[in-house]
């Protein structure tokens, strides 16, 4: 919606305002502003059309969570480098569906700029093992699995990891 830096100069302008509310003595006025400023800095570090795309692709339409990050126009000026990576990570999950080479290239830019979650940075690792895998890649494949299975703490992907280790054998 509006530019990384525009968010922050709107919630440092709402800021200044709720402190000349205190000042005036209107206590309820502040504090509401207050939270109105914090509701912009949460969206400079958590982007709304990411955060939309994430809602539509957990209920699996893809579609819809592609017409959200088609919004942001310029992923390096408008976000900042987890959402940017956050951003390439949601495109890399949509196109390893239909277009394996493409979803590689943005999966390893995804892990390049970072994700916030280990369980996001595995996913994406495993993910990137399975492009390997179909691309005939035994070594890589099996690299990215094992920093995969490192990330993946509380075992969320563990029975994925155990099918493509099953795959990997017939290879």
């Avoid at 440092?12 to 209107?26: H, P, V």
């Avoid at 400023?37 to 994430?54: Q, S």
């Avoid at 390096?76 to 956050?86: F, T």
């Avoid at 080479?101 to 280990?118: S, V, Y």
């Amino acid at each position: 919606m509006f530019h990384k830096n525009i968010k922050l100069a709107i919630a440092a302008l709402i800021t200044g305002y709720a402190i000349y509310q205190f000042s005036q003595g209107e206590i309820g006025n502040g504090i509401a502003l207050l939270l109105l400023a914090g509701i912009f800095v949460f969206f400079y570090f958590k982007n709304e059309f990411i955060l939309m795309a994430f809602i539509k692709l957990r209920s699996q339409d893809f579609e819809g969570a592609q017409q959200w990050l088609n919004r942001i126009k310029n992923p390096s000026a408008a976000l900042i480098q987890k959402q940017e990576g956050y951003y390439n990570y949601l495109h890399g999950i949509m196109l390893s569906q239909t277009n394996i080479t493409k979803a590689e290239k943005f999966l390893k830019k995804a892990i390049k700029l970072g994700l916030a979650m280990d369980h996001d940075l595995a996913m994406a690792k495993l993910q990137l093992a399975g492009i390997a895998m179909t691309k005939r890649r035994k070594r890589e494949a099996t690299t990215l699995m094992n920093e995969a299975k490192k990330l993946d703490k509380h075992g969320m992907l563990k029975e994925q990891m155990q099918m493509m280790k099953q795959q990997l054998k017939k290879i």
